[in-house]
């Protein structure tokens, strides 16, 4: 079923979602079937599966020399969409990038989506490589993720790349794109951000899931002023509990987004990991809280495929 859908059938009650990653290849799928067995008496209504595209690694060919490999380190994300949604009977939501993919290779994609009934997709460009300063499109890949809502949103009337198709069967994709309350990391200003946030509304999005945020103003201070721009679809909060004393920097550095200083402080005091991820789940629930209060369709949670701080948050909020 859509996220559209979801919504209209959820009578304004908040429902729990969450986030998985795929393992690292070599690792089973059960580790993740034991996540989510944990998480399902919460009654998700979806999950949403995220894509890793290939790294380039150096490994050493002998000789002090070394090869420039293509390795792909979490694959599968199709496959995990289509067990999910065979095992527990929830929709199953999969991340597609511009990244690593040609046009050509987004319609096969998406047509194995279709195959496998999966009704939402997340539309996002993806980062750059490591070895690189700036993303960068392949040679017949999209640029941003407005380009790539306009591919899906075409398949969805019927356009495929060879126009010559007759006759072609019309995809219905609910097309979720991301949305950032401090600003994506690149962008001049939230501002500018918003202004593209509204390219790909136009392109087709109908649904905005936002990056995480510890400070819920942020959150929505975003909303009021998407809204005042003219987009009127549904924003729905992505929380993250800290779980770590390295993720004090690690969260700023990597994702642009600020910690609130009362956090900041009550996490240094930590002796451990097990007081930060403590401090993490009951700062976590005081934000589910009071989004819960204004009524956020839904509370979508990174769980980064564990399920013990998600479960202790999922329990005092659902
Ligand atoms: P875009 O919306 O394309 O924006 C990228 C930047 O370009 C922004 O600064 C924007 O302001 C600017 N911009 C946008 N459109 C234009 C335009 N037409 N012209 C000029 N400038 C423009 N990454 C993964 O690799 N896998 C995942 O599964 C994944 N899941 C995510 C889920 C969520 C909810 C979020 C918030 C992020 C996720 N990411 C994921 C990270 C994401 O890929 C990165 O943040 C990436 O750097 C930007 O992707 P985007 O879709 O937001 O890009």
Redesign the pocket.
Known sequence: MKITEHIAQSSGVTQFTFEILPPLKGQSIHALFNVIDELMEFNPPFIDV????EEHVYKEVGNGLLEKKVIKKRPGTVGICAAIQGKYKVDAIP?I?C?GFSKEDTENFLIDLDFLEIDNV?A????ALSNETY?TAEEDGHR???ELVEQITALNQGTYLDEALLNSHATNFCIG??G?PEK?M??PSLD??IH?LK??VAAGAEYV???MFFDNQKYFDFVRKVRAEGINIPIIP?LKPLSTLKQLNMIPHRFHVDLPETLVKEVIKCKDNNAVKQVGIEWCIEQSKELKESNVPFLHYYSMSKSDNIKAIAKEIF
């Open positions: 995220t894509y890793h595209r991340h990038l990244g997340v996002l460009r993806g980062d993303f941003y993720a407005n794109v991301s950032y994506h690149e962008a500018s951000d593209f390219k790909k899931v936002t990056q992505g």
